[in-house]
């Protein structure tokens, strides 16, 4: 009930100026162009995890230092590879607990590893990038606070700092930070934005807003960025949310990336990082990002 009074609150605000909304911190309702996939689009490359294993052909759980500029230790938690899971058709992306350290080596050395919050991601680096066309995943989002699921894109010229995005841009199609606010109503959305320009002095960070999806911690949702020559064009459910060239588009392949993240620095969790609240999973919890497919198209 709450969350369709404040539907039809964002409704009524959307009326009077589409931008009240993001002024007011408020999610948006997806209200622009639809898509029009099969009409503009071939498919290209898709995988929709069958079987009880992931793709090696397709995907890498266990990225180097060298290829992602990445350690073990990812902002409050560790990215480890057995929290990947592959099973009843989707990917499974678990975020858990440990009082004891999982073993390594996965990214370096077997000691970098401790006590704390385990997630894990998968990327197509080394085996799959894409210049242009339309990307998307089909989702559940995790159920906790203090963490966050993500579909998102990138290269490793994202670190150059060069005053453009020309180069690399970090695409995040969508995070799901917002589930701090499930209890007023406003927690059944996700996040959009581009950054570039490295993630030190020289860097840049484009937020385009909050979107509401059809209750995506409980049911699945698309989520998806058509990428050309001129913009980024970010879609919820085939509905345009967002659009944006700041920086100059990526004018170079990336590969694809889905992951959790556990807020926090160092490997140590804390609260409201990002502002998505303290983490709320107890031992013997688990949160799971679970993703239907991907698929990735080239325009016709």
């Not at 290209?44 to 995890?49: A, L, Q, R, T, Y």
């Not at 990445?70 to 902002?75: F, L, Q, S, T």
């Not at 990917?91 to 390594?104: F, H, M, N, P, R």
Request: hydrophobic content about 35%; charged content about 25%.
């Amino acid at each position: 009930m709450m969350t369709k009074i404040i539907s039809i609150f964002v409704s009524f605000l959307m009326f009077i100026s589409p931008e009240l909304p993001a002024l007011l911190d408020l999610p948006a309702i997806p209200s622009g162009q639809e898509l029009k996939l099969e009409e503009r689009f071939e498919l290209v490359w898709e995988d929709e995890f069958e079987g009880d294993s992931l793709d090696t052909t397709k995907w890498d759980d266990n990225q180097s230092v060298d290829t992602l500029h990445w350690g073990p230790i990812r902002k409050g938690g560790y990215w480890h590879k057995d929290m990947i899971d592959v099973r009843d058709g989707s990917l499974v992306i678990s975020t858990q607990y440990k009082d004891t350290a999982l073993e390594g080596p996965t990214f370096g050395s077997p000691d970098s590893y401790g006590p704390g919050y385990y997630t894990g991601m998968v990327a197509t680096a080394g085996k799959h990038e894409f210049l242009y066309g339309y990307f998307e995943c089909r989702a559940i989002l995790p159920k906790a606070t203090g963490m966050w699921s993500a579909f998102w894109m990138m290269n490793g010229d994202v670190y150059n700092v060069d005053d453009s995005g020309e180069d690399g841009t970090e695409i995040d199609v969508f995070e799901s930070m917002d589930y701090l606010h499930a209890w007023w109503g406003a927690g059944d959305c996700v996040q959009t934005g581009i950054h570039y320009d490295g993630y030190a002095e020289g860097h840049t960070g484009v937020g385009l807003g909050k979107w509401f999806a059809n209750n995506p911690y409980e049911e699945y949702n698309t989520y998806g960025v058509e990428w050309n020559e001129n913009e980024y064009i970010f879609y919820i459910n085939g509905v345009e949310t967002a659009r944006t060239s700041a920086g100059g588009v990526s004018k170079n392949p990336e590969y694809l990336i889905l992951s959790c993240e556990v807020a926090g620095e160092n490997g140590v969790a804390w609260a409201d990082r990002h502002g998505v609240g303290e983490i709320d999973i107890e031992p013997g919890e688990t949160a799971e990002f679970i993703v239907d497919y991907v698929k990735v198209y080239q325009y016709k």
